[in-house]
RNA sequence: GGUCCGAUGGCCGAGUGGCUAGGCUCAGCUCUGCAAAAGCUGCUACAGCGGUUCGAAUCCGCUUCGGACCUCCA
């Protein structure tokens, strides 16, 4: 499988998390069903201009240039931040994670093999991929559905300044001059690869020529990956390098695309800290993870505090059942839960196309067997339990990857101390309760709710929880 | 301007011809010292108009509104 990475310029945002949460899903279902999956996601560290234009700047040279420092200081940079933010929402890393500016040979080989072709030109130092001549021979549009006099007659600008022969064609190769802060050589002098060419190259290294799954956002479809596919096509042959497409669709906010020119994109930190204007407050990573889950990957998913709330709830929900399951004692009787058609139906949720909502409600189903369950009205056997175990287990925590919150801060040891001190305090108010102390049991449970932890009275004591 | 997609209850969001999605919210009830948690019940959802069909949220047509792409975007 192959994903298109984030170009290391700014800060993602959360529209680009949600994409690689799609295929961090993908890609832990997939080895949930026993499959030896390659996973590799690229890093665009070069390449990637500001427009497309003939003075187009590359993004990452010009950001270097913005700040005076090094572009590989720029790429180090946003690199981390990425890592950082990835691991924050508990996204697993690929199994390659190749750099653009690390596979220059190999571009620059597929370029010349390109041109043996006859599918592209050079012109002042630079190589244009000709797509009409391309379109000759193969299809060009099909994965976006779009025709090439289509889009010849609906091409925006029409200066004549470009010294591409067809509005439609794209860089290969694009001659620098001595002001560009990233320059290589090449047959055709100095410059810089094309933003669509490393990941042709890329994943034909690393998967071959066909390989199953190629992942990126909806926003990519055109003209990247129709790009990709001519590319590939130009250099090797074959019609189809890619036997499944999959594209993520877009996280919107008052049902526009979170983007970064629209100015309304946040970042994981200010989510998490709240820190924002259009945040009532801050939200965990897994809660997150948790509200994109509750919409499929195909289609847009707008974000609001309403719907976050909601998430928080239902997670909150599905952690409690976790924890009431951990101490479930077996029982017999007549209602029992049948716990195989539960495990059934999560499978069958996520074969149909990793629809996680629907894996979501029917985590919900489980949910209410083990509360009813641990109420005494439904019978559970040791077997259904553990069964019951594994596959929230397997679904929850290994393909949903929602794993427990952790409390924050402290040591084992420490956090050790807080859970007796907090056991001897509920433990000292349930004696309040039985002198009908009512007093001091409501201010011990309102204190510690003040410090975020919850005093919950059961028919068999008390307990606490923090959050 | 061109291409494509969408419109589901108070909110979010699944569902593609007949069967309760689910979560959250709100109201009532059970339990409880009071809460919380858990549970039960309800808030009579499928943008509008027409068509196909025994039957349409689901298929077809039109209308209205919204969005994405066509330039960099996850």
Not at 13 to 32: A, K, P, S
Not at 301 to 324: I, P, R, V, W, Y
Request: charged share 25%.
């Amino acid at each position: 499988m192959y994903v298109c990475g984030p170009t290391v310029y700014s800060n993602v945002h959360l529209g680009n998390v949600r994409t690689f949460l799609t295929f961090d899903i993908v890609y832990r279902y997939l080895q949930h069903l026993g499959f030896k999956v390659r996973y590799v996601r690229n890093i665009t560290d070069v390449g990637h201009l500001t427009g497309d234009t003939d003075d187009g700047e590359d993004k990452i040279g010009k950001k270097a240039r913005l700040e005076n420092l090094e572009p590989m200081e720029v790429v180090q940079r946003y690199t981390n931040d990425f890592h950082d933010v990835m691991n924050v929402f508990n996204i697993l890393r690929p199994s390659i994670e190749p750099t653009a500016t690390g596979h220059i040979v190999e571009q620059i080989e597929s370029i010349l093999r390109i041109m043996t072709n006859g599918y592209a030109y050079e012109v002042n130092g630079s190589v244009y991929f000709s797509v009409r001549k391309f379109s000759e021979d193969h299809p060009y549009g099909e994965l976006s559905g779009r025709k090439i006099d289509e889009l010849m007659n609906n091409t925006r600008d029409l200066d004549g300044q470009s010294e591409k022969r067809d509005p439609l064609d794209f860089a290969l190769w694009k001659a620098a001059d001595s002001s560009h802060l990233m320059q290589w050589p090449s047959p055709w002098g100095m410059g810089f690869p094309g933003w669509h060419l490393e990941c042709s190259v890329m994943s034909t290294k690393y998967l071959g020529e066909t390989f199953d799954i190629h992942g990126g956002g909806m926003d990519l479809k055109f003209p990247h990956h129709e790009c990709e596919i001519a590319q590939n096509v130009g250099a090797n042959g074959g019609e189809r390098p890619v036997r499944y497409w999959m594209h993520g669709n877009m996280l919107t906010v008052n049902g526009r695309k979170m983007a970064k020119s629209e100015g309304n994109g946040f970042t994981p930190e200010e989510l998490i800290t709240g820190n924002h204007k259009l945040l009532d407050k801050g939200y965990t990573p897994m809660t997150v993870r948790f509200f994109m889950l509750m919409g499929h990957y195909a289609s847009t998913l707008d974000f609001s505090n309403e719907a976050l709330q909601a998430a928080e709830k239902g997670l909150s929900k599905l952690e409690k059942a976790m924890e009431t399951l951990a101490g479930l004692e077996p029982t017999s009787g007549e209602a029992g839960y049948d716990v195989q058609a539960f495990a059934d139906k999560c499978h069958a949720a996520m074969n149909d196309d990793f629809n996680t909502p629907i894996l979501i409600a029917t985590l919900f189903d489980g949910v209410k067997a083990v509360n009813g369950a641990a109420a005494g009205r439904v019978a559970l056997s040791a077997e259904d339990i553990a069964s019951l175990k594994g596959t929230f287990a397997a679904f929850l925590r290994d393909v949903l990857g929602l794993q427990a919150e952790r409390a924050s801060g402290g040591s084992e040891e420490v956090a050790g101390e807080t859970e007796a001190l907090l056991d001897l305090i509920v433990d000292m108010r349930t004696t309040a309760k039985a002198n009908k102390d009512w007093g001091t049991a409501d201010k011990i449970r309102d204190v510690l709710a003040a410090h975020g932890i919850t005093i919950q009275d059961g028919k068999d004591g008390s307990s606490w929880t923090r959050g």
